[in-house]
């Protein structure tokens, strides 16, 4: 007889086990981490952003040469063309209605800065006796006094552009064929340059 009643007390503490652990909330597994996936850089091809121009003087006060900097959206990689660096494909166009002829600007040397994201150029530009962009009202009255002409109103207007012969290598080395243009008003230092085409006044 006690041997019935302890089975039956072993076996109500069985099924009491059994219906506390499947009462129990089944556990959810943690998710393992997905991999983790570098995606592959877009780099477009490079356009130009902005362009200032400005005249160098030496300490006396003479002209020296004329900087134009053309900095770009994307570097350029100039180590896969160097017709980038070839002073021969750049054309850089000079515009003012107060001009009485058009300037002769001459490309001496370009140059990458910035790992190649500006480009730049330096030129001569000479009309007749005056040399330099006008950029100033004290350039504008020396191009008076040089020329024998009306004072000039307005800044200089500086047009850049690289042949459409000379191709363009993204910094990954992509093939671009969108070519460089670009113009701004000249300056007497370095700030953002003006809108262009249309010039304030000096």
């Known amino acids: 007889m006690k041997k019935y009643v302890w089975l039956l007390i072993a076996a109500a503490f069985a099924v009491a086990v059994l219906a506390m ?7 959810t597994p943690s998710p393992s981490p997905s991999p983790t996936v570098t995606p592959t850089p877009v780099v477009g091809c490079p356009a130009v ?8 003087y030496d300490a ?15 570097p350029i990689a100039f180590s ?26 001459t490309v ?4 990458p800065r910035l790992n190649g994201s500006l480009i ?13 962009l006008i950029c100033s009202e004290d350039e504008a009255e020396a191009y008076a006094e040089a020329m024998d002409a ?12 690289l042949d459409s012969s000379c191709i363009l290598y993204n910094e990954l080395g992509e093939e671009c064929c969108d070519g460089l243009e670009g113009e701004a008003c000249c300056t007497v230092i370095c700030p953002e340059p003006a809108p262009s085409p249309v010039c304030p006044p000096m």
Do not use: M
Request: overall charge negative.
């Open 150 to 161: 009306e004072t000039p109103e307005s800044p200089d207007l500086v047009q850049v552009e």
């Open 60 to 74: 006396d006060g003479n002209y020296v040469n004329t900087k134009i900097l053309v900095y770009l959206t994307t």
């Open 120 to 132: 730049e150029i330096t030129a001569i530009v000479t009309e007749g006796e005056f040399e330099g």
């Open 49 to 56: 952003q902005r362009v200032v121009a400005y005249n160098v």
């Open 108 to 111: 001496d040397d370009v140059e």
């Open 80 to 105: 896969l063309d160097d017709c980038l660096l070839d002073p021969n494909f750049w054309t850089i166009e000079v515009e003012n209605r107060d001009r009485l002829e058009n300037a002769e600007v």
């Open 21 to 27: 652990v499947g009462c129990k909330p089944a556990e």
